[in-house]
């Protein structure tokens, strides 16, 4: 909304929180197209502030559009013939631009070539008066660069419309329906137990903190179930609305390495989901995320749900500034470490409360062990007594319960199933701990699935899965591996099996910490896998790698120098993944011709060496390699050999300037990264 141009005899203030910011000339399209349009906004269910109508008696308006124009989470721009010859509208324009925010044109009798060109164009007139008017050249420049930015922005033209001016609204409105942000409920078990009184109690909490923002944390020990708590009460506040905007944060360890670090790529990940869910906002770098984040106090009252938090400085790294929040706001932090949490609510001046997420009881275990072994209430008779032994030896832990209990599922088909679940319960007695639990339904799996899921647990963690399947595709008669001759079915199984799971939004695996940890150490003492980074630097320092050696990451590795031969006694290596930044010299043919993932983040090199055989590949990255000035020197492109490459990653190679003319004849390659390559 821009004031008229006389200068503005209304005063007011904002007095809600709005979702459409209206940018128009009000004698041009005020009266007509721009009052129709905000009526259909509300009744399309959102708030638009277009002028008087938004204003309160008693306050600047100047400020109080300033406001409006900030809280506002989608911008509309209606540029009409006189629009330039504002003021208002002109400044409104540059804060839009700059806000980050979607900005929607619409070109009401105007073409957005005249915003391209204003000296020569409809505004020309307009911007000599301003001139004339003494305006700055420096404020002459900022309008014309956001006339030009908006003018490359892909909006509506009336014309386009036939001057249907009915048809335009709806389109907009439909337009600024995408844009805006929606409290979407997050994914949730499909058989729930237990949930209904401890959500509750946790709702309870928040009603109690009053009228300011407070934080809760769930605590509990790996698989008791936080995060299917966290995700109950995220949904009911979705459908109560109590909260302006909501995100739901969770945090992946990274499977690469020992500890739990999270890779700095996730956690920028983490913090543009959470601008973007709270303000719309999509930024490329996280260099200005705390000014950022400074401005949701604007919005109101959020929920912000930051899910398996292990180290306080995870926490901070995604909401820096709890004290700003909006009064009203709520903070669900889970951990499995107590401390973390009071942490978290002691370095902040808000009132906090503990949830102890303990395990199920006998009644509730029964139920959701059923439940995932018979996709029953009740067990069959004839295995109740086996059954209530199985659940004992669970010990209420819901993951355990989940995954053997699935693990059991079609074993009622089978010739010897009474002998299946002995072995399961003596196993269980044996084995009292969760991982022993866990380990069980590992050792019942085929051998394909046994292969996949070490795969998943050790290197595909957080993944895309068609990654992974174009790896185990590329494996499929390799004799060294084994492969997996039907990734799909396996696949199923493990799904089935609740030992892995995929994440319907990004279409990316999901491994619970427990699994990984255990994966992970099945796949040492296997000697196929080295992926923490400690052991598989003492691997390489100590040449323990062997012909049995699969993986290697020294993602998480001090280590920053390497000779190729460090490599050589892992002649069947298909996996290798280098600290950032490393140097590796010498004879790169030591290094195996199976590989089939390599990761060379920062790698110190002007061009690939003719000598690694990259012929098996199916994921190359060189991201950030900025001495990289070619892929490859000799005539022909080594990509005529690619045949199984699906992903290639340049991202920051900013020293490269041309590719090989023959990188398009690469007919599997689905991912090529060019972002960033400047030149």
């Not at 951990?335 to 997420?357: I, M, Q, T």
């Not at 190729?564 to 290596?573: R, T, V």
């Amino acid at each position: 909304m821009a004031m008229n141009d006389c200068k503005a005899s209304t005063s007011g203030a904002v007095t809600e929180n709005f979702d459409v910011f209206l940018n128009h000339r009000g004698p041009d399209v005020k009266a007509t197209f721009v009052a129709h349009l905000e009526d259909a906004l509300r009744c399309a269910g959102f708030r638009p502030f277009l002028d008087a109508r938004s204003l309160m008696k008693g306050n600047p308006a100047l400020k109080s559009i300033d406001q409006a124009l900030d809280a506002a989470k989608v911008h509309v721009a209606v540029v009409s013939k006189r629009y330039a010859e504002s003021k208002y509208c002109l400044n409104e324009l540059v804060a839009m631009m700059r806000s980050g925010k979607p900005v929607i044109p619409v070109f009401y009798d105007i073409e957005p070539v005249d915003l391209r060109w204003v000296e020569n164009g409809s505004f020309a007139e307009a911007f000599l008066k301003h001139k004339s008017k003494g305006r700055t050249q420096k404020k002459l420049q900022e309008w014309t660069d956001a006339l030009r930015a908006l003018a490359d922005i892909t909006g509506f033209c009336l014309a386009n419309f036939k001057r249907d001016e009915a048809k335009l609204k709806r389109e907009v409105v439909n337009q600024v329906a995408r844009l805006s942000p929606s409290n979407d409920p997050v994914d949730v078990e499909p058989y729930r137990v237990g949930l209904q009184g401890r959500a509750h109690a946790c709702i309870q909490m928040s009603d109690n903190m009053g009228a300011g923002a407070g934080i809760i944390g769930l605590v509990g020990m790996g698989g008791v179930g936080k995060t299917t708590l966290a995700r109950e009460i995220y949904n009911h506040f979705v459908a109560e609305k109590k909260f302006r905007n909501m995100t739901f944060l969770e945090i992946h360890r990274d499977s690469s390495t020992s500890d739990v670090e999270v890779r700095s790529t996730w956690v920028r990940e983490l913090q543009k989901q959470l601008l973007w869910n709270l303000l719309r906002v999509q930024t490329s770098t996280s260099n200005d995320y705390s000014s950022w984040f400074r401005k949701i106090a604007s919005v109101g009252p959020v929920l912000i749900v930051v899910d398996n938090v292990y180290k306080l400085n995870q926490f901070e790294a995604l909401v820096p500034f709890v004290n700003d929040l909006h009064p009203g706001s709520r903070i669900i932090v889970t951990s499995r470490d107590r401390s973390v949490c009071n942490n978290v609510a002691g370095r902040s001046k808000l009132e906090h409360c503990l949830y102890d997420v303990s395990t199920l009881g006998v009644e509730e275990s029964s139920m959701l062990f059923n439940w995932h072994a018979f996709q029953a209430d009740e067990a069959p008779e004839e295995l109740k007594g086996v059954a209530k032994d199985v659940v004992k030896g669970c010990g209420g832990l819901p993951l355990a319960l989940k995954v053997v209990g699935s693990s059991l599922f079609d074993v009622r088909s089978y010739e010897y199933s009474e002998a299946i679940w002995l072995e399961a319960v003596h196993a269980l007695r044996q084995n009292p701990d969760v991982k022993g639990v866990l380990k069980w339904s590992y050792d019942h799996l085929s051998k394909p699935e046994k292969h996949m899921f070490l795969d998943i647990a050790c290197l595909f963690c957080n993944h895309m899965v068609e990654e992974a399947l174009a790896y185990w595709r590329s494996c499929q008669d390799c004799m060294s591996c084994g492969g997996v001759e039907t990734p799909h079915t396996s696949l199923r199984s493990l799904i089935n099996k609740n030992l892995v799971s995929v994440d319907c939004g990004r279409t990316a695996f999901k491994v619970h910490d427990l699994l990984i940890d255990l994966g992970q150490e099945i796949g040492k003492k296997a000697k196929k896998h080295c992926v923490n980074g400690t052991n598989a630097e003492a691997s390489i320092m100590k040449k323990q790698g062997t012909n049995k050696t699969l993986s290697l990451s020294l993602v998480g590795s001090r280590k920053q120098k390497f000779e190729a031969e460090d490599f050589a006694s892992m002649p069947n290596l298909h996996f290798l993944e280098l600290p950032d930044g490393c140097v590796v010299t010498r004879d790169f043919r030591c290094i195996s011709t199976k590989i089939r993932w390599l990761r060379l983040r920062g790698i110190v090199l002007d061009c690939i060496p003719l000598r690694l055989d990259l012929s098996c590949l199916t994921s190359l990255d060189f991201s950030m390699s900025t001495n990289l000035a070619s892929l490859w020197t000799e005539p022909q492109s080594m990509l005529e050999g690619f045949r199984n490459l699906l992903q290639l990653n340049l991202q920051e190679c900013t020293s490269i300037t041309r590719l090989p003319n023959s990188i398009g004849q690469s007919l599997g390659l689905q991912d090529l990264n060019l972002h960033d390559c400047k030149n």
